[in-house]
């Protein structure tokens, strides 16, 4: 869960959180919408791309008599042609949900802005935003308990895809004319989203006539390793491996020396040790070590808040020129060294850093996870994506983003096991778990394929600097081979860099990527008949 942290939150919104686990969180970057009027090809004017619509979606596709639910969506029909005669089709409808968070300021995802919106430009297709189930204000149920989150899982989110596609009529012209088999419908998605259209695809073929997944985490993880005849769990550690690999060296160095001596006074039991070095970055009030630890993660989760158009006003960069600038010289690749790296760490925590997570808040209500009276872990209103992610964490994708095992380098504590994850899964819902629960991540693979998946005609696009990469189909090692009916391209982009159309302007390698997508969408699509 802790992968779920730099995803969904950044900056003043973290102050609210007071576990890691939610701080990487992967949703997807939001875009400003532009208020101009928009006209469809005809020069009709359209509603704004702010439009809520709303769909009767089924609350539990295993039992239609429970009823239905209003799930929300948004739609732009500008390039939308209703009827190409000369070749006998319509344009595509190009659907995607944001996945893991209230789908309000999405609407962007409509717009030639993104790579949704050129899809649909260049094939005169309408472009569709729908929000996932439990997130935002599409609830089944006017509350998040255990009992009514029992609906929140992979299969159901799916079929909700499945069921609009073919059941929903559209508020556009012509719009009750254009299931799967009257029009070709394209999949797309980002993060978890990005996985969700690969595992729709393999779990419902034939719906969706072609897929677009970013950075898409198809492989739910929870690893575990046989270390001097012990069973130890490191789970996605991997996460921080592109952060490692890509950022400043003088930094790592520094924050891996910053780490390795918080690790080693803990190996010790060294408690007034630890409490200084607390009391260094201002968080002596933080009463277990391993909420400190999770704190000291913050600074990493920020590396997934950049994309190739941040400058180096970016928080991840103020906090390596906080540790290696000294009087307008940066350190070599070595760093500074321990006595420099933790006065510095500590100063850009106490005078810049705090504030920005925690606001007025004291550490330990901020960044402990151990008192569960917190509203945080029991506050079951709607509108509370943080707790619905958790809920599909602790149940079926894993992801804790851990410390690393001993043979690999350590930017975040390797004090941080599974165990803080799912003890906080105990916090948040004891109803559902009497003690830490285990992901069933290898039901989920074996069920929607994961890094297996050879489904035609989905186009996979990842980034190189993107911290998810590991759990993508561009993992390390993994060497999945790139086919034309299920093409695997990756840029120098960070998380889901290539979705924003301003991204491939400022990086070539994102431009190749998106160009690479549209190219093969063109070419699925002009393979496309209608079969009614």
Request: a negative charge; glycine letters at 8%.
């Amino acid at each position: 869960m802790r992968a779920l942290k730099s995803l969904l939150l950044t900056g003043v919104a973290q102050a609210a959180i007071p576990n890691a686990m939610l701080r990487g969180m992967h949703s997807l970057p939001k875009l400003s919408v532009s208020e101009r009027s928009r006209t469809s090809l005809n020069g009709t004017a359209l509603p704004p791309i702010t439009t809520v619509y709303h769909f009767d979606q089924l609350i539990d596709h295993n039992d239609a008599g429970l009823g239905t639910f209003q799930q929300r969506y948004w739609m732009n029909w500008e390039f939308y042609e209703p009827g190409m005669l000369r070749r006998c089709r319509r344009g595509p409808i190009v659907l995607m949900t944001p996945g893991e968070g209230n789908a309000d300021g999405y609407e962007a995802y409509t717009t030639n802005e993104t790579i949704n919106g050129l899809i649909a430009q260049q094939q005169n297709g309408a472009a569709i935003i729908i929000e996932h189930r439990f997130f935002g204000y599409s609830n089944p149920y006017d509350n998040l308990t255990s009992q009514s989150l029992a609906l929140l899982t992979i299969q159901q989110a799916i079929d909700d895809l499945v069921y609009f596609a073919t059941t929903a009529d559209l508020p556009m012209p012509g719009g009750d004319a254009v299931k799967p088999g009257q029009a070709p419908w394209i999949l797309t998605g980002g993060s978890y989203s990005g996985a969700l259209t690969s595992w729709t695809m393999v779990n419902k073929p034939g719906i969706f006539w072609a897929g677009y997944a970013s950075s898409g985490v198809v492989e739910a993880i929870t690893q575990v390793a046989l270390m001097q005849s012990v069973l130890i769990s490191f789970d996605f550690y991997d996460y921080f491996t592109p952060v490692h690999e890509h950022m400043p060296q003088n930094c790592s160095s520094d924050v891996e020396a910053v780490i390795s001596y918080l690790d080693d006074m803990y190996a010790v039991s060294d408690t007034a040790g630890i409490q200084t070095l607390k009391e260094a970055f201002g968080l002596g009030d933080i009463v277990h070590v391993v909420d400190f630890a999770a704190a000291l993660q913050s600074n990493l989760f920020d590396w997934q808040s950049l994309q190739p158009d941040v400058g180096p006003g970016a928080m991840f960069f103020e906090f390596c020129d906080a540790l290696e600038v000294k009087d307008g010289v940066s350190a070599g690749p070595q760093g500074w060294g321990l006595e420099n790296a933790i006065y510095s760490w500590g100063n850009f925590w106490n005078t810049t850093y705090y504030n920005n997570v925690c606001g007025d808040e004291d550490a330990e209500t901020c960044l402990g996870t151990y008192n569960t009276s917190q509203p945080y872990w029991t506050n079951v209103t709607v509108n509370n994506a943080n707790r619905s992610w958790f809920w599909m964490v602790c149940n079926q994708v894993g992801w804790y983003q851990v410390g690393p095992p001993e043979c690999e380098p350590a930017i975040v504590s390797r004090i941080l096991q599974p165990t803080y994850d799912q003890r906080q899964c105990v916090n948040m819902f004891p109803e559902a778990f009497g003690c830490p629960p285990q992901p069933t991540t290898a039901e989920t693979n074996a069920m929607y394929a994961g890094w297996d998946v050879d489904i035609p005609r989905l186009f996979f696009a990842n980034g190189l600097r993107d911290p998810w990469r590991e759990a993508t189909v561009s993992a390390y090692g993994l060497d999945k081979p790139n086919t034309t009916s299920r093409p695997i391209y990756e840029g120098d982009g960070f998380h889901c860099t290539d979705l924003m159309v301003r991204n491939g302007i400022v990086d070539t390698t994102v431009a190749a990527v998106q160009e690479a997508g549209l190219m093969y969408m063109k070419e699925w699509l002009a393979e496309w008949k209608p079969s009614v």
